[in-house]
């Protein structure tokens, strides 16, 4: 079965550091996603991605986030300067055109700001 | 958005039949209802999608009445690997649009 594998598993940053977290989406979609969650919280939504531009982002991914497709298998999350409240994981999720909803998520990145 | 309200938690034994219901009242005619399965710090899982009445997968069935404003996934024969995390999710879910997770139901399955 197809994955969406992300990089690395965890990380550990000092606040302040800018972060980038990577992530493979499978190899036929065409449209990436990035959630969080807080430890003990939802699962949160943060941007939607598809033809090389951001499609949708909810409140959380202000100007601190990016989003990036550098080639043609990579996606990319980048935070400016972490702060002690963005330690979350981190989901990496990408899905075909004609998908509704059923989105593959990837293993997710543990980070956590210090 | 459609709110959806599920309960927050369930205990089963293995073996047994698990029906987990979400009440969504306010659905809209165009809305899916999707549901994600997820463990202790891994991603969610895309379990089963419906509109209306019926389906049924390799994993699960899920039951929407006519009124559609409930759910009601069904997992045969639970086994302890099916301790998790499910959501039940309402919106128009085409690709590209966000999703909104909620709380979700913690399932234990109890040996």
């Known amino acids: 079965e197809p994955e969406v594998t992300q990089t690395p598993s965890h990380q550990v940053t000092q606040m302040g550091q800018e972060v980038i977290l990577r992530c493979v989406p499978i190899s036929n979609h065409l449209y990436f996603y990035w959630y969080r969650q807080i430890l003990g919280q939802k699962v949160e939504f943060l941007v939607s991605?598809?033809?090389?531009?951001?499609?949708?982002k909810s409140e959380i991914f202000d100007d601190q986030f990016s989003v990036e497709r550098p080639d043609g298998s990579n996606f990319t999350l980048k935070i400016r300067s972490t702060k002690l409240e963005d330690s979350a994981m981190y989901f990496c999720?990408?899905?075909?055109?004609?998908?509704?909803?059923?989105?593959?998520f990837g293993s997710g990145t543990r980070l956590t700001v210090v | 958005l459609a709110k959806t309200t599920q309960p927050i938690s369930m205990d089963s034994y293995e073996g047994q039949e698990v029906n987990i219901t979400c009440s969504h009242n306010n659905i809209a005619t165009n809305d899916y209802i999707t549901w994600y399965q997820q463990f202790p710090s891994q991603g969610p899982r895309f379990i089963i999608q419906g509109y209306k009445t019926k389906v049924t997968n390799e994993v699960a069935s899920l039951f929407i009445p006519a009124d559609r404003k409930s759910s009601t996934l069904s997992l045969p024969r639970v086994s302890l690997s099916d301790t998790a995390v499910y959501y039940c999710?309402?919106?128009?879910?085409?690709?590209?649009?966000?999703?909104?997770f909620g709380g979700g139901t913690r399932l234990m399955v109890k040996p």
């Open positions: 991605f598809y033809n090389n531009e951001i499609s949708e």
């Open positions: 999720a990408s899905s075909e055109a004609g998908d509704r909803g059923g989105y593959t």
């Open positions: 999710l309402v919106g128009l879910h085409n690709a590209g649009n966000m999703l909104t």
